[in-house]
C-alpha cells in the first residue's frame, strides 16, 4: 500500500488510528496498532511489531524481528538492531495479568541499540548512547556512553559518528572525534558534546 505520506507492503497490518509521518517505509509482516505515533522518515524491517502506547520520532530505523511495546519511546534517529528485545514488566507471569504496571523506556535521540540486545523496561538510554550486540541492559546508561556485555557495563565513550572515543570511564578530559572533528569533554562522570 501507498499512502500520500508513507509506504506500507501489503502483507502490513495497519490499524486505524496509527499515525505515521510522510517518507516511512514499512515492510513485510509488520503489525502497527492503532494508538502508536510514529514519525517521518522511519523504517520498519520485516516482522516489526509496534505497540499502542509507543511513539517512535524521525528517521528511526527499526531492524527485522523487533517488537517495540507498549510504554517505550524513540526518539529521532534511534537504530534498533535485527531481533533487539524491549521489556515493559519487571516480573512477568503468564497467570497474572501486569498491564497496569508497564514501566516506561527512554531511548533517546542518536542512541544504537545493537543486535541481539535486550533493554529491560524503566531505564533511559542516553542520547547517542551505544549498546553493544547482545547486551543486556538492566540501568540507565549515560549519553554518549558504550555499554557491553551481560549484564551490561559501562564500557568507553562514543561520537555521534559512531566512532569510540579516546576518553577515560571517569575523571577529567577532552578529545576530538577523527572522523568529524567534533570536540567532546568528560567531566563528572558525563561527556558532553562542546560548541563549534
Given at each position: 500500500m501507498t499512502d500520500a505520506a508513507y509506504s506500507a507492503h501489503p502483507s502490513a497490518i495497519i490499524d486505524r488510528g496509527a499515525t505515521i509521518g510522510p517518507g516511512t517505509r514499512i515492510w513485510h509482516w509488520v503489525h502497527v496498532?492503532?494508538?502508536?505515533?510514529?514519525?517521518a522518515g522511519c523504517s520498519l524491517g520485516q516482522n516489526v511489531f509496534v505497540g499502542n502506547r509507543v511513539v517512535i520520532g524521525d528517521n528511526v530505523k527499526i531492524q527485522n524481528n523487533v517488537s517495540v511495546y507498549?510504554?517505550?519511546?524513540?526518539?529521532?534517529?534511534?537504530?534498533?538492531g535485527p531481533s533487539m528485545v524491549f521489556t515493559n514488566v519487571h516480573n512477568p507471569r503468564s497467570a497474572i495479568s501486569r498491564k497496569d504496571e508497564?514501566?516506561?523506556?527512554?531511548?533517546?535521540?542518536?542512541?544504537?541499540?545493537?543486535?541481539?540486545?535486550t533493554i529491560l523496561c524503566g531505564v533511559t538510554i542516553g542520547a547517542h548512547a551505544f549498546i553493544g550486540a547482545g547486551a543486556v541492559v538492566t540501568a540507565d546508561a549515560p549519553?554518549?556512553?558504550?555499554?557491553?556485555g551481560v549484564p551490561a557495563r559501562h564500557a568507553g565513550w562514543m561520537s555521534r559518528f559512531g566512532e569510540r572515543l579516546d576518553l577515560p570511564l571517569a575523571g577529567?578530559?577532552?578529545?576530538?572525534?577523527?572522523?568529524t572533528g567534533d570536540r567532546y569533554r568528560l567531566r563528572g562522570?558525563?561527556?558532553?558534546?562542546l560548541p563549534d
Open positions: 496498532c492503532g494508538g502508536a505515533a510514529i514519525g507498549d510504554n517505550v519511546t524513540l526518539e529521532d534517529e534511534v537504530f534498533c508497564y514501566q516506561d523506556t527512554l531511548v533517546r535521540r542518536g542512541a544504537t541499540l545493537g543486535a541481539n540486545c549519553d554518549f556512553s558504550l555499554v557491553l577529567a578530559a577532552e578529545t576530538t572525534c577523527p572522523h562522570g558525563e561527556v558532553v558534546l
